[in-house]
């Protein structure tokens, strides 16, 4: 399989595509004004205990304050000398309001929920995840030869100091025990220095930020499985060779700078499988087609024939339709990040062999995906019931808003994203027009957010494209659209535009 990370950086948000012979699998998306807050460490302060739920509110410092479940406040079993004496403990007997109390944000808030947080904290490095409240040794259970488990489980145990946890992550198969160690002695220093933070100084306070967007991609997706990352900016290419040299300097010549003339995303046919992954009808290849409705509570997936017809008998059309239904579910649950429970309507299948090598088939292709993923099996009703657990936003979350025409049944494109777009197409308007200046005729619902207050957003793009740019409202363009009414010279352009 070809694998290729591919990176946009653009104005007001950067963008990665992960393909997979030549597939979209994979889309993140990370805005300048909307930073990941998962797996950043906070000192906060117990709001409210409420023994009804068996849960706490913490006050972090953000606008709302995080959820903390009891479990989460809990050792995990075997963790403690006197496990079942703490597991039938009441949250009043762990928190009190007022307390001080560090905690790790592992879901960002979503809608009218508030974040999750838990007081079991993990640290991520390039090889190892440091887990610093226990004193164990784990190793990825993608990583499947057992003489590999057990080289690493040996290489780790010779330098981890007792009192603290370590989970080997799959990047470390084949990796020397400096390079383990060195990962090691990194967490290591980075928890002392939260430690010393957790003693003094305000309450609520963030005591440790995740790295940055660049970082955390190269750390937790290039691997060497990955033929090639491409990166369409200058300044991000040398920032990325600079991060390889220590996380991984042996796949450095992979990190490459993409200078074509059409967008990145463009040549690798990004764009358009981003909004097929937004309609609520897929269409598999044989004619068959899948439909998506996503609610608060779970995701449905509806499997049918449509115009597959087969070639022998009915029962085996059904078979093979689930059968390539069940890849296609796998990388569109990926691609849109569905999470929590997701329920699959398969076409009834005659007999248990035929469900068992359709899981199977679901089950090879989620070993792909970073985030976990659990197959229940089939329900008495023939449905297929599995999870997946929710960290971010999914994609429609991100790029889409509730239509207030249709009073939420359908979704379009969110002013915000229309104008992302917008801004895209006039940094390639600008790079492909001689001149000096140009002048632009945008929707005016969109030219106030391109300008932004004050001309913030203008200085930004001139920064970028290297021209004076004037924007001018036209009320018989769409939200789409975006047009070229002069370029030239920077004082005739004003007088235009004036």
């Known amino acids: 399989m070809t694998k290729e990370i591919l990176i946009n950086i653009g104005i007001d948000e950067n963008r990665v595509a992960l393909m997979e012979d030549g597939v979209l699998a994979e889309f993140l998306v990370e805005r300048s004004d909307e930073q990941r807050r998962a797996g950043n460490i906070y000192r906060g302060k117990v709001e409210n205990v409420l023994p009804g739920m068996q849960a706490a509110f913490i006050d972090i410092g953000e606008e709302k304050n995080a959820f903390l479940y009891i479990d989460d406040v809990l050792p995990k079993e075997g963790e403690s000398e006197n496990g079942e004496a703490v597991k039938n403990s009441s949250i009043q007997d762990l928190l009190h309001e007022g307390q001080d109390i560090v905690v790790q944000m592992i879901k960002e808030p979503i809608g009218t929920k508030g974040p999750r947080v838990v007081t079991q904290i993990t640290i991520p490095g390039r090889y190892l995840v440091l887990v610093p409240a226990v004193d164990y040794i784990g190793i990825s259970r993608r990583i499947e030869a057992e003489a590999e488990r057990e080289r690493l489980k040996t290489l ?86 600079e991060l390889v040299k220590t996380l991984a300097p042996s ?182 027009t001689p001149g000096e200046a140009l002048l632009l005729g945008v929707n005016p619902q969109l030219g106030s957010i391109l300008i932004g207050p004050g001309g913030v957003n203008l200085e930004k793009m001139e920064r970028i494209t290297n021209k004076v740019i004037y924007i001018k409202g036209q009320d018989n363009l769409g939200l789409d659209q975006v047009r070229l009414l002069a370029s030239g010279n920077e004082r005739e352009i004003e007088s235009l535009a004036l």
């Open 156 to 241: 780790v145990a010779s330098f981890k100091a007792s009192g603290v946890g370590l989970i080997v992550r799959t990047a470390a198969e084949g990796v020397e025990g400096a390079e383990l160690q060195s990962d090691y002695e990194f967490l290591i220093n980075v928890w002392e220095k939260i430690k010393k933070k957790t003693k003094k100084g305000p309450c609520p306070a963030l005591l440790y930020r995740d790295h940055d967007f660049l970082y955390r991609i190269l750390r937790d997706y290039l691997s060497k499985d990955v033929n090639r990352l491409l990166i369409d900016e200058n300044d991000t290419y040398a920032k990325a060779l």
């Open 251 to 432: 796949l450095k010549s992979r990190v490459q700078l993409y200078s074509g003339a059409a967008p990145l995303f463009d040549v690798f046919n990004v764009e358009s499988q981003v909004e097929k992954a937004l309609r609520r009808k897929v269409w598999l290849e044989c004619g068959a087609y899948l439909v998506f409705d996503q609610t608060e509570a779970l995701t449905v997936i509806d499997v049918n024939t449509g115009k597959f017809t087969g070639t022998t008998c009915l029962e085996d059309t059904v078979f093979q339709t689930n059968l390539m239904a069940a890849e296609e579910i796998a990388r569109q649950i990926r691609l849109r990040n569905l999470a929590g429970i997701i329920i699959v309507d398969f076409i009834d299948m005659c007999c248990d062999d035929e469900r068992d090598q359709v899981i199977a088939r679901l089950e090879e292709e989620f070993a792909r995906d970073k985030v976990k993923v659990n197959i229940l099996g089939f329900t008495s009703l023939g449905l297929l019931e599995l999870t997946r657990k929710k960290v971010r936003q999914s994609l429609r979350e991100i790029l889409q808003v509730e239509c207030e025409s249709c009073e939420g049944a359908g979704y379009i494109n969110s002013i915000d994203n229309l104008s992302k777009k917008t801004a895209r197409s006039i940094q390639m308007i600008a790079k492909n």
